[in-house]
């Protein structure tokens, strides 16, 4: 809650409007990671015991670091990615867990273009 209601002050003060109700054109969606996480994405073909990922035109590879909160803005016509930016920090402390993942939601939505 805390890290939607960052996000929702940080784009209200960024000149963007809360919808309820009706139509967006756009949408956002958060999520944190607590370990880091690679993935591969494309034409997948098990050779030899291995799964391979092929066709450099139409596959990507993300690696995301331990602890990160990561911010995605979608097209909502569409459901396509226009944007996607993140943070990473960590404490084991569940108050200063969410208090850091409010202000990481700020600072991220602070780089989204405006136009």
Do not use: C
């Not at 015991?49 to 995605?72: C, F, K, M, N, Y």
């Not at 993140?86 to 084991?92: C, F, L």
């Amino acid at each position: 809650k805390e890290v939607k209601d960052a996000a929702a002050e940080t784009l209200l003060r960024r000149g963007m409007t809360l919808i309820k109700g009706d139509t967006p054109d756009v949408w956002v969606s958060f999520f944190g990671l607590r370990e880091e996480e690679y993935t591969a994405e494309g034409v997948r073909r098990e050779i030899g015991g291995v799964t391979w990922v092929g066709d450099p035109g139409a596959h990507s590879t993300r690696t995301v670091q331990h602890a990160t909160l990561i911010v995605e803005i979608y097209d909502a016509s569409t459901d396509e990615r226009i944007w996607s930016g993140w943070a990473t920090g960590s404490t084991s402390n569940p108050e200063k867990i969410r208090a850091r993942a409010a202000k990481a939601a700020r600072k991220v939505l602070e780089e989204f273009p405006r136009e």
